[in-house]
């Protein structure tokens, strides 16, 4: 049984402040789980966490998470702005990015994020825009598949991403050469995955080529960061990642391959997303319209511009009929959005309760690659975010999208923009 962090009464209060449909989060949820990931690896004095700011990009959820004392990892231009205005500095943002524009480089070089490189080629190109830092880290594909217990878990051989086992050595030799004191080994092998050997294969695979890089280039290497990748148990029956057997085992694989080689004080780091947040969110919707045809559907207020994932990988997300939770799972519907595609479905055959109009529906674990994969397809406006917080109150962290900021992108347009203010003064103001 997956249960909705809030309550229906609860729901009731939050809705009369702000209409559906919505994301929500739970700021205690976030904290908890932050804090249980801190303690399975305090073993390892120099862990950090740097949050994928692309799982979901608000400034109160990323203040939450520094609080925890935890960095932000950023792949773009608008995410280092977003950073540096919450207040991370310096080592706090890792720059994990590929193919990667030269003005994000610049950026990510002047608020002196610790920068990953995605491929051979970047050494030279960030040199020459503006020089090399003195600690930098390298991004490992190790191509081929990548198996836990001889279990194929994903294919780094058709990813686009990273040096090859030969480029890293020639990588770190050409870094060297230009100056860089202090490296990072990075990888990210396997995505979603709730398997709790992916971290410790993973923790194996880097130790061992960082031990490997350190006896061919003699180079000094302070941290492994391990990337995301840790997955949430989306299904019912699925359980979730151990982060506490998860750490103990890569403390076992540390022992076991970086303290002989005089590596023991290497520090740990992560850049999870979905972990983080993913089940600490939810997208809040109404049930709007119903349709018996040759199935039966249920349509929502809220569509898949608001929550991609079911429409783009077929991604299963529990639905909790609100305030129904005891009912009988007796009616099959599929629940859709209104988009003019019919892959706008948030579910499929989903046997839940009798729905009625007006019912509250709560779409499971959106709390990231949820809000943040929203788009505008057929004028749909991106949702507002909610903030449940520990003390049950309730806090719009960001607005409803208006047609104003739809219609933003014309503003040079003055013909189109006195159209707009002339017929929707309401919308537009005078
Ligand atoms: C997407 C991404 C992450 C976060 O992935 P999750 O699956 O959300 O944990 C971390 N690092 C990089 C470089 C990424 O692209």
Redesign the pocket.
């Known amino acids: 049984m997956k249960k909705t962090f809030v309550e229906l009464d609860q729901l009731k209060k939050i809705t009369q402040k702000y209409p559906t449909p919505f994301h929500l989060y739970d700021e205690k949820g976030i904290r908890e789980n932050a804090r249980r990931l801190y303690e399975a690896f305090s073993w390892n004095p120099g862990f950090k966490e740097?949050f994928?700011v692309?799982?979901t990009p608000n400034p109160s959820l990323m203040k939450i998470l520094k609080e925890e004392g935890c960095g932000v990892?950023c792949?773009s231009y608008t995410e280092l702005m977003l950073s540096d205005a919450v207040g991370f500095k310096g080592d706090e943002i890792?720059f994990?990015?590929?193919m990667t524009p030269a003005e994000d480089f610049v950026l990510a070089r002047q608020l002196n994020a610790i920068i990953?490189l995605d491929d051979i080629t970047h050494i030279d190109y960030l040199d020459r825009l503006t020089g090399l830092p003195e600690t930098i880290s390298c991004?490992y594909n190790p191509g081929g598949d990548f198996a836990i217990n001889n279990a194929i878990m994903d294919t780094p051989g058709e990813a686009k991403?990273g040096f090859t086992r030969s480029q890293l050595s020639e990588g770190f030799k050409q870094l060297q050469a230009k100056g860089v004191k202090n490296f990072g080994l990075?990888a990210?092998l396997a995505?979603?995955t709730t398997d709790n050997q992916y971290y410790p294969t993973l923790a194996k695979i880097l130790f061992q080529t960082a031990v490997e890089l350190k006896q061919e280039t003699g180079a000094q290497i302070s941290f492994v960061n391990f990337?995301?990748?840790?997955?949430i148990p989306y299904l019912p029956e699925q359980s979730p990642a151990d982060i506490y057997a998860i750490a103990a085992d890569v403390q076992k694989v540390y022992e076991e391959i970086l303290v002989p080689a005089d590596m023991g004080e290497v520090a740990i780091f992560?850049?999870?997303?979905?972990?983080?947040t993913?089940p600490y969110g939810c997208l809040v919707a109404t049930a709007v319209h119903q349709k018996h045809i040759y199935k039966e559907y249920i349509g929502l207020d809220a569509c898949a511009a608001n929550l991609m994932r079911p429409a783009m990988y077929g991604a299963y997300h529990h639905i909790t009929v609100m305030g129904k939770e005891g009912q009988p799972c007796n009616h099959k519907y599929d629940i859709t959005g209104g988009l003019c595609e019919n892959n706008d479905k948030f579910a499929i055959d989903r046997m839940l309760p009798k729905i009625d109009m007006g019912d509250l529906i709560v779409i499971h674990d959106t709390g990231?690659?949820g809000y943040a994969m929203g788009y505008n397809y057929n004028g749909k406006l991106r949702s507002a975010e909610v903030l449940l917080k520990e003390d049950g109150s309730s806090e719009l962290i960001r607005r409803t999208e208006t047609p104003v900021d739809y219609f933003a992108t014309f503003d040079f347009d003055k013909e189109l923009k006195g159209q707009f203010i002339n017929k929707y003064p309401e919308i537009f103001g005078q």
């Open positions: 740097y994928a692309k799982a990892d792949s890792m994990s990015s590929n990953n991004r991403y990075h990210f995505s979603n990337s995301g990748g840790i997955g992560t850049e999870l997303g979905r972990f983080m993913g990231a690659h």
